[in-house]
């Protein structure tokens, strides 16, 4: 199976950038689509993006298109997501999140069964 950490998170001012990250281990990986969610305070936990096991295809929410990146380094089995422009709305506990079955479509990964890193807390002051 596989263990995801999420870290990189902190307290950033609005307009700020950050990148978190979220680090594999066991013998799943390579051949896996990955994503991040986040929850708010007070709200359900969102979609946030999106990466093909492939690394060649993204799909990120409208609320954070233009301004958040997501990518992955095999090699390192670590994923990333870059937030640029923050915003407070942006305050949340980001989750990685990878998916149970090998090579499935990017596209339905919202609606997949994933395994959880704990989540890294990003809060965007005013």
């Known amino acids: 199976q596989v263990q995801l950490v999420e870290s990189g998170g902190g307290l950033v001012q609005t307009g700020g950038s950050v990148r978190i990250s979220c680090a594999a281990s066991?013998?799943?990986?390579?051949?896996?689509?990955m994503g991040w969610f986040r929850q708010a305070p007070g709200k359900e936990r969102e979609f946030v993006a999106v990466?093909?096991?492939?690394?060649?295809?993204?799909l990120y929410a409208d609320s954070v298109k233009g301004r958040f990146t997501i990518s992955r380094d095999d090699a390192k089995k670590t994923m990333y997501l870059q937030m640029n422009s923050l915003k407070p709305e942006d305050t949340a506990v980001y989750y990685c999140?990878?998916?149970?079955?090998?090579?499935?479509?990017?596209?339905?990964?919202?609606?997949?069964?994933?395994?959880w890193g704990q989540g890294t807390q990003v809060t965007v002051s005013s």
């Open positions: 066991g013998r799943t990986f390579n051949g896996y689509t």
């Open positions: 990466i093909s096991w492939a690394a060649d295809l993204t």
């Open positions: 999140a990878i998916s149970v079955t090998p090579h499935s479509a990017y596209v339905y990964f919202q609606y997949e069964t994933h395994a």
